[in-house]
């Protein structure tokens, strides 16, 4: 509708037993607020990415970052609708990282894309891609990487066509560029998938 949709989050004081608050706004293109709602956050979390559904549903995705020895992240998604109503919440993760890194609405097929990095271990981390539909259901779930490596990261992801385009880091610390259909298909058999410079 032409306005604008912000989420953030305020300060963090986890000495004092503040964790934070979720600010969803809307303004207009002069910078009018519409509206704003805030509401408690927990552990240590932050909104990573923000998409709007056609309909103007908003949907708002969260990292959580847990102290534990492997430093263990999660992630939510949150559903409100265009007047900022709360819908509903699901949590993700496993029990270890599962890092969100972005989060893209996809108008083609009515999904969310979301990349980052799945641990399998204190010492391997792959780089992952997940797809969910509107209710928050998971579609698909698949890692990228060579096996054994250390560590496998996607940070950014957009459409092209009728593909996904993903960036990302390679063990070696160089980068990475990763082609898929909407499925998280490449084309290539896992084992071809070496990361090469």
């Not at 032409?2 to 964790?19: H, K, M, Q, S």
């Not at 993700?92 to 979301?114: R, W």
Request: net charge negative; charged share 15%.
């Amino acid at each position: 509708d032409n306005n604008l949709i912000i989420a953030g989050t305020d300060a963090v004081d986890v000495n004092n037993g503040y964790l934070g608050t979720l600010q969803l706004v809307k303004l207009t293109k002069a910078g009018a607020i519409m509206w704003s709602i805030q509401r408690p956050l927990e552990t240590h979390a932050s909104p990573t990415s923000l998409a709007v559904a056609p309909n103007g549903d908003i949907y708002v995705f969260t990292k959580a970052y847990y102290l534990t020895p492997f430093g263990d992240y999660d992630f939510t998604l949150e559903k409100f609708d265009k007047f900022g109503n709360y819908k509903w919440g699901k949590s993700y993760g496993s029990a270890l990282a599962d890092n969100m890194s972005k989060a893209i609405f996809n108008p083609n097929n009515q999904q969310f894309a979301i990349v980052g990095s799945h641990s399998l271990s204190a010492t391997e981390d792959r780089a992952w891609l997940c797809t969910l539909d509107t209710a928050g259901q998971i579609l698909q779930n698949k890692l990228f990487g060579a096996p054994s490596s250390h560590y496998n990261m996607f940070n950014d992801i957009c459409i092209y066509k009728n593909l996904y385009l993903i960036t990302g880091t390679a063990f070696t610390y160089e980068g990475m560029l990763t082609q898929t259909d909407w499925s998280g298909n490449t084309g290539c058999a896992p084992s071809a998938f070496n990361l090469q410079t």
